[in-house]
């Protein structure tokens, strides 16, 4: 037995489409459920946080001292002055591509030291922003 | 004197060899020579290509030599093939290694993956109409997963007497993704979709990392059991990885126990491929349906991102749709390759392993699918 006879008899469009089914179902609920793992996570958080008494800011309280090589301070002051053209909250591959057009040596490296430093900081949504406090206390004012 | 001499002349492998074994010592040269001069997956081709010249020595039958003979070494071997405890091995191995991070921070991802096991129930039809017996079309079907430990697993339940193709046909493919992934890729996208940008994923926390296995192996596992002895591996290996407390079980996971397995996996499922069972016409069609499933499954994981993009705000990169198919890592490398070339800023290495540890667990579902439709 050949062709469709042959699928029709050994039930294989039920078996194909049922199959197909059962995958879409099994990945879809796999990724609802990831897709609310970090939100039960920060409920879970915020439930012990709200049953901590608050600490209130101490005197001591600002942004962190870091050591920065020189080439890192100035790379930070170029890269500081290409997020302020391409706007926050960016990506950091934009932020790459253009620090590669505007010529700054081992881009990728150097961007990386920055975001190692703290000086570039993930918002948690997938996007980076520019850490205006570090960079005042460690590159400004240092 | 004489009669010894002619008798152990009539013994060797010169006078006992036929044009089925200089065929399958050709093609064992070849994957040797693709997997060391070209690095095509040497990782695979290597071990299968020296046990398809060791399997295909003619041999005087009835002396237990071979793998087909019972109590010859190799038979005991493979032995884990044809239980199925190799890939269920390798597995473990391979969650040990893999990081599900950018599954975890980009979920939707996930739907690639199931869109890729199209190709799968595409080539069971395929099979079937072909004349194929059901368990023989399922087994064959699960080419269409690109992967290799799932497609001996299955065949090693359903049809063991085609593990042989079934395995040579699935490694291939997995090793030619360089050849075969790339026009579909650009055949069934734009120039400008292939330059989509994706945006940065999130970060993802060590705990979401650590409940992502346990959550995983109860949810697809209640839904099809069958794919225990992949997916239960699976999520432990990874689980073993991300716990961070038992960091020297892990390390033994993804190096000696997956080498080992691969090793004795390679070897013994290249040595199956004795001329004389192996070159059949069944064996042709099997690679021809394998073919089939494999690009199938390829195209229909970049048009369904191309109908999701038809609905989502944020647009996805197409390309990532061909990563939907289980080859870890190769399917995820090409697809950014062929991104990069359109766009030479275009990072696409990491979003597109989300969609192929994705099509890893779509590919061990569909096999557990599949057999308790057999069964």
Known sequence: MLGLEAIAAHNGWAMALVGALIVFTGLILLSLAVSQIHKVLQLWDKRGSSLRPKKSGGAGAGPPKITLSPEAKIAAKQVKLLIERI???????????????????????KVNELVDAGLIV????????????????????? | MIELIVQFWTNTGYYLADYRHIIMLAVGLVFIYLGT?????????????????????????????????????????YFGVTTGLYPSIVFLGLGAMMDFSSLLARPKLMLLGAAAQIGIFFTLLSALALGFLPKEAA??????GADGPTSIFLTAKLAPHLIGPIAIAAYSYMALIPVIQPPIMRLLTTEEER?????????????????????AVILCCFLAPASIPLLGSLFFGNFLKECGVVERLAQTARTAIIDIATIF?????????????????????IFCLGAVAFSIATASGILFAKIMNLFSKEKINPLLGAAGVSAVPGSAREVHLVGLKADPTNYLLMHAMACNSSGVIGSAIAAGVLWSFMV
């Open chain 1, 87 to 109: 706007g926050e909250p960016f990506s950091l591959p934009k932020l790459l591509e253009l620090s590669q057009k505007a010529g700054l040596a081992r881009s990728h490296g």
């Open chain 1, 122 to 142: 993930p918002d948690g949504k997938g996007a980076f922003s520019w850490n205006q406090p570090v960079f005042e206390t460690n590159v400004i004012n240092s």
């Open chain 2, 37 to 77: 001069a070209k690095k095509y997956e040497p990782l695979l081709l290597v071990p299968i290509g020296f046990g398809v010249l060791v399997g295909n020595i003619p041999f005087f039958k009835g002396f237990g030599l071979g793998i087909y003979e019972p109590n010859s070494v190799l038979h005991y071997l």
């Open chain 2, 139 to 144: 087994s064959i079907a699960i080419i269409g």
């Open chain 2, 195 to 215: 330059r989509i940008h994706m945006s940065e994923p999130r970060e993802v926390s060590k705990r979401e990392r650590i409940i992502f296995p346990v959550a």
């Open chain 2, 265 to 285: 996996l390679g070897f013994t499922v290249g040595a199956s491929t004795q001329g004389d069972v192996f070159l059949t016409p069944k064996s042709v069609g």
